[in-house]
């Protein structure tokens, strides 16, 4: 840490339009990835490694998960090009191919070191969105290592779009504020009281594989609130990434070691099914690492300061009744009615940490334009949850998220219905007319619907599903 003297005189040397601005800056450069949420990669990005000498820097690659970031789809892996769309603009990712004048090709293994630990390039700052404040952590050696894998990668003349920042956020110089603020140089130091196994997940979790940078909340300024390390965070675009402490409801104290194993290897298990970003991280980064990595890596995250449990506010039995109807209805085929789900295909319900979030947005977002997990070498199948903005109204995908975030021994905070009209609104996922030659003859006394057996169920399968449990006509 630094001194409290050192903080308060380089505090009091930024003037407040350099505060603002860098702000700004961090807003969009520390969220990065996060708050873009950009389009899947291409699936399998990684060269052949033909020269054993690379192998380790390849490695060093997957622990990062580099190729994310710096691959558009179908593009030449690490090419870059990527854009990482923010509400202060859009930056795209750097081309760290070798060649010479788009890439990084005359750069020096120095160059390279001081841009993972000190976010400096030779022509300039950087923005974090390159997690340099993460990448400190890497020693030399896998600098090196890393350096000289991208080295033996095949060129690419590709550049990078510049990137699209109005004044001021576009003056990287402003960085220098941010980092002398937030920004704490050096290695990952071993920690001798911890075993080799701990120390090996310490140093993967809070340097090459950066996890804070999604799993933590931020302050004002766009850096990591460290009190509440892996507490959770919003990500932007509808996304929350998950808390990962120990905490047994909302975090990953409930999963034993070996669905946690299961997750980070295949990208699925009883509990969840990895997509989006954290879909990207299991197919490009855990998924291949060795088995002895992925268990460091459980090890140092069971030894983490559990966040705090709440007491979440209780919701409307009727609107728990409502969502009762809807998940009927359109959830328990593939879920089941008691929530069970199916292994490796639906996951489990009850118990759910990804349910019981303080943040719903995740939730939320699936319900509205679905989901797809990644395909892994263990999992190549991927599977699907589909959309139902074109079914379901806001207060219908209210109360169903209520309703599976607080049965069968979940609790979490009731769903606000202005939370689902404003996400609705961000994604562009406006209800659509039911398709032509819908059915509506749907007769079937279901002892499991809502309504009264031998009773016309047609507004199941529809958007009236669930408005007689609310008392409407």
């Avoid at 308060?8 to 930024?14: D, F, S, Y």
């Avoid at 990595?293 to 209780?314: F, G, M, T």
């Avoid at 959830?331 to 199916?342: E, T, V, Y």
């Avoid at 334009?369 to 589909?386: E, H, K, N």
Wanted: net charge neutral.
């Amino acid at each position: 840490m630094r001194a409290p003297l050192q903080r308060a005189l380089v505090t009091g040397l930024l003037s407040l339009g350099i505060l603002v601005a860098t702000l700004s800056l961090v807003a969009i450069g520390l969220s990065g990835i996060a708050n873009g949420q950009p389009p899947s990669a291409t699936s399998g990005p990684y060269p052949p490694v033909k020269d054993p000498d690379v192998a380790k820097g390849y490695y060093v690659a997957v622990q990062g998960d580099c190729v994310g970031c710096h691959t558009v789809p179908g593009g030449l892996p690490f090419a870059g090009g990527r854009p990482l769309v923010t509400p202060f603009g859009t930056i795209y990712s750097a081309n760290i191919t070798p060649d010479k004048d788009a890439g990084i090709g005359r750069w020096s293994a120095d160059d390279f070191y001081r841009a993972l630990h000190e976010g400096k390039a030779p022509d300039g700052h950087l923005y974090p969105a390159f997690p340099y404040n993460y990448y400190t952590r890497i020693g030399r050696a896998d600098s090196d290592a890393l350096f000289a894998y991208l080295r033996s990668l095949p060129p690419s003349p590709n550049r990078s779009p510049r990137n699209d920042l109005p004044f001021p956020f576009n003056i990287r110089a402003l960085m220098m504020g941010w980092n002398l603020l937030f920004l704490d140089v050096g290695e990952y130091k071993p920690d001798p009281a911890k075993s080799a196994a701990w120390n090996r997940g310490a140093y993967l979790v809070e340097g090459p594989g950066h996890c804070a940078a999604c799993h933590t909340p931020k302050n004002l300024f766009g850096a990591p609130r460290t009190s509440r390390d892996y507490h959770g965070g919003d990500i932007g675009n509808g996304w929350y990434a998950p808390d990962i402490t120990p905490n047994k409801r909302t975090g990953i104290g409930g999963w034993s070691d070996e669905e946690l194993f299961q997750y980070l290897k295949t990208g699925r298990n009883v509990h969840a099914n990895a997509a989006a970003d954290m879909g990207e991280v299991v197919a490009y980064s855990t998924s291949r690492m060795t088995d002895d990595d992925v268990r460091a890596i459980i090890a140092y995250l069971r030894d983490r300061p559990a966040r705090a449990d709440d007491s979440p506010e209780k919701p409307d039995p009727a609107v728990m009744k409502a969502g009762e109807a809807v998940y009927i209805d359109t959830c328990a085929a593939c879920h089941r009615m008691d929530g069970a789900g199916s292994m490796a295909m639906f996951p489990r319900l009850p118990g759910s940490p990804n349910l019981q979030q303080p943040n719903p947005g995740t939730l939320i977002r699936v319900l509205l334009v679905g989901s797809r997990s990644l395909p892994t070498d263990a999992r190549p199948t991927p599977t699907s949850m589909p959309a139902f903005n074109w079914k379901l109204r806001d207060e219908q995908i209210a109360a169903v998220a209520t309703y599976v975030r607080n049965s069968w021994g979940n609790a979490a905070a009731p769903v606000d219905v202005d939370t689902v009209t404003k996400m609705r609104k961000a994604l562009g996922a406006d209800r659509r007319t039911l398709p032509d030659g819908f059915p509506t003859d749907m007769h079937h006394p279901n002892p499991e619907t809502v309504s009264s057996p031998h009773t016309d169920s047609r507004q199941n399968g529809t958007d009236q599903a669930g408005t007689a449990a609310l008392g409407q006509p």
